[in-house]
């Protein structure tokens, strides 16, 4: 069982920047994959981004403008949003990936203003 903690959602103007943060109960060095996903009102739940190892991959709406990282020393999973959008709005959720099942944080408000 893996237990992860989201933080770092909030209110932000169009073009302003986010950074989440996802803290997972396990040490992510043993996690296979980290991601980031999220639900916007009235849409199906989407990838936004997610790192596997060293290789990270992205949504493409997100491309350019979020980036994904992790801090083992920190055992920490970062999400940097940059230059956000309106339909950026939406609630992200962090997913941990092992070799057994795949977990979910319990998501993070994400609200940009136009």
């Known amino acids: 069982q893996v237990q992860l903690v989201e933080s770092g959602g909030g209110l932000v103007q169009a073009g302003g920047s986010l950074r989440l943060s996802c803290v997972p109960s396990?040490?992510?060095?043993?996690?296979?994959?980290m991601g980031w996903y999220r639900q916007g009102p009235g849409k199906q739940r989407e990838l936004v981004a997610n790192?596997?190892?060293?290789?990270?991959n992205y949504g493409d709406s997100v491309k350019g403008r979020f980036t994904i990282s992790r801090d083992i020393a920190k055992n920490t999973v970062y999400l940097q949003m940059n230059m956000l959008k309106p339909e950026d709005t939406a609630v992200y959720y962090c997913?941990?990936?092992?070799?057994?099942?795949?977990?979910w944080g319990q998501g993070t408000q994400v609200t940009v203003s136009s």
């Open positions: 790192i596997i190892r060293y290789s990270t």
């Open positions: 396990k040490s992510i060095a043993y996690i296979n994959t």
């Open positions: 997913r941990a990936d092992t070799a057994y099942a795949s977990y």
